[in-house]
């Protein structure tokens, strides 16, 4: 019996009082990546991104393990919730323009105490001040740097089109616009490095455009480490007490943990490991979170259709962007079809082993988008189901 069909007959097994479709996250294998995370940070600190986990149960399980601190957000209105909830570090990781959620942070001690907002523009900040109606607490800020790779005297950019902020001039004078506005406390840097860190390096039958692509990590790498080392240097000048440099990402834990300038590190995927983090030379995890839709038709031999599925990831759209049927091994789409929005039909001999009712079991290709399908998320140990959590979408939170 290979791993993942003895992983089929405990999810089965777990879930056989259950009617699909259903989703559950497997918490050895959970505390497993958690662990493995831990050791590739080599000591510095993994901020949870909470974009990738959406359920509290499970932001909660794994901050209470040595090797991680804090929360990185996706939303103001997100952040708010958090540390009303008790969370008493959240990094938002993207600016906002949600007004009245600023009103809020600013009228608020524990949560201007708890919440940083992201900032890459003069014009954020206006927006802030604009929003505080009336309160005056001061705003906790963290800057972000532009990491993309220019190559080609700039005409070539790889990289997330993120913070308008790459060098480390206008890093320092944007520190110093926080600085000389009252109200405000320059605290963080955060660059997230997603060419490096959200890219896998051994694609599957693609072995040229594998070595491509360590190649530009390779050189991205090299590039952005003595960029943010100088960015932080001239950051520091201005705000001598800042308190973190945050970077990295679940593919590249190991080479931003060694940077001296980085103090922690962003991480989130890797605690589920969706189908998009199988192509990596640096790591390998265990699939976490997994859902299973029922066999409702048997068309013919070597075909069966499951109920729903169709559940796409967001992204430039293509293949890579759509759930895998995972277990039973061997299953695929039918390619006029693809995975619908109320029935999916599945080719490959399993199909005539599956009876009407079974379980067919599914990795989406992202990590916490899976909880936007699902109110719950069953949490499995060995072949028992031990609890059941609410998602964000179950505790009627739907940020985004």
């Given amino acids: 019996m290979t791993a993942r069909t003895a992983d089929r007959s405990r999810y089965n097994r777990a879930t056989a009082h259950l009617d699909a479709p259903v989703a559950v996250v497997d918490l050895d294998a959970f505390d497993a990546?958690?662990?493995?995370?831990?050791?590739?940070?080599?000591?510095?600190?993994?901020?949870?991104?909470?974009?990738?986990?959406?359920?509290?149960?499970?932001?909660?399980?794994?901050?209470?393990?040595?090797?991680?601190?804090?929360?990185?957000?996706?939303?103001?209105?997100e952040s708010l919730w958090l540390a009303r909830a008790g969370f008493d570090d959240v990094l938002l990781a993207y600016p906002s323009?949600?007004?009245?959620?600023?009103?809020?942070?600013?009228a608020d001690p524990k949560l201007a105490a708890a919440v940083t907002?992201?900032?890459?523009?003069?014009?954020?900040?206006?927006?802030?001040?604009?929003?505080?109606?009336?309160?005056?607490?001061?705003?906790?800020?963290?800057?972000?740097?532009?990491?993309?790779?220019?190559?080609?005297?700039?005409?070539?950019?790889?990289?997330?089109?993120?913070?308008?902020?790459r060098s480390p001039a206008q890093l320092a004078e944007l520190a110093r616009s926080v600085d000389r506005r009252p109200g405000f406390r320059l605290v963080g840097l955060m660059a997230y490095e997603g060419h490096v860190a959200g890219v896998g390096d051994s694609i599957a039958g693609r072995p040229l455009r594998s070595r491509?692509?360590?190649?530009?990590?390779?050189?991205?790498?090299?590039?952005?480490?003595?960029?943010?080392?100088?960015?932080?240097?001239?950051?520091?000048?201005?705000?001598?007490?800042?308190?973190?440099?945050?970077?990295?990402?679940?593919?590249?834990?190991?080479?931003?943990?060694?940077?001296s300038a980085v103090t922690e590190i962003a991480a989130g995927s890797g605690l589920y490991v969706p189908r998009l983090f199988d192509n990596y030379t640096?790591?390998?995890?265990?699939?976490?979170?997994?859902?299973?839709?029922?066999?409702?038709?048997?068309?013919?031999?070597?075909?069966?259709?499951?109920?729903?599925?169709?559940?796409?990831?967001?992204g430039?759209?293509?293949?890579?962007?759509?759930?895998?049927?995972?277990?039973?091994?061997?299953?695929?789409?039918?390619?006029?079809?693809?995975?619908?929005?109320?029935?999916?039909?599945?080719?490959?001999?399993?199909?005539?082993?599956?009876?009407?009712?079974?379980?067919v079991w599914f990795r989406h290709a992202k990590a916490g988008e899976l909880c936007e399908r699902f109110d719950e998320l069953r949490l499995i140990e060995g072949d028992r189901i031990t609890a059941t959590v609410p998602t964000y979408r179950g505790e009627g939170r739907t940020f985004l």
Avoid: W
């Fill in 33 to 77: 990546n958690a662990d493995d995370l831990v050791r590739r940070a080599a000591g510095k600190p993994i901020r949870v991104a909470s974009k990738s986990v959406r359920c509290r149960a499970l932001l909660e399980r794994v901050l209470a393990r040595p090797g991680f601190a804090g929360i990185m957000s996706f939303t103001l209105a």
């Fill in 282 to 314: 640096s790591f390998r995890g265990r699939p976490a979170a997994l859902f299973a839709q029922p066999v409702v038709r048997r068309p013919g031999v070597g075909v069966v259709t499951v109920l729903g599925g169709g559940y796409p990831a967001s």
């Fill in 316 to 359: 430039a759209a293509g293949a890579d962007r759509l759930p895998v049927p995972y277990l039973p091994e061997g299953l695929r789409y039918d390619p006029q079809e693809g995975p619908g929005e109320v029935q999916t039909p599945l080719l490959g001999a399993p199909a005539d082993d599956l009876l009407i009712g079974d379980k």
């Fill in 212 to 259: 491509a692509v360590r190649l530009m990590q390779a050189a991205a790498r090299r590039e952005l480490a003595a960029r943010r080392a100088e960015v932080v240097r001239a950051v520091r000048a201005v705000a001598p007490g800042l308190e973190f440099v945050n970077g990295g990402g679940t593919g590249s834990v190991q080479h931003t943990a060694a940077e």
């Fill in 117 to 165: 907002v992201m900032v890459d523009d003069p014009a954020q900040l206006e927006l802030i001040d604009a929003a505080r109606a009336g309160g005056t607490e001061e705003i906790r800020v963290c800057l972000e740097l532009d990491t993309s790779l220019r190559l080609l005297g700039g005409r070539v950019r790889i990289g997330a089109l993120r913070s308008p902020l």
């Fill in 97 to 106: 323009a949600d007004r009245s959620a600023y009103a809020g942070l600013a």
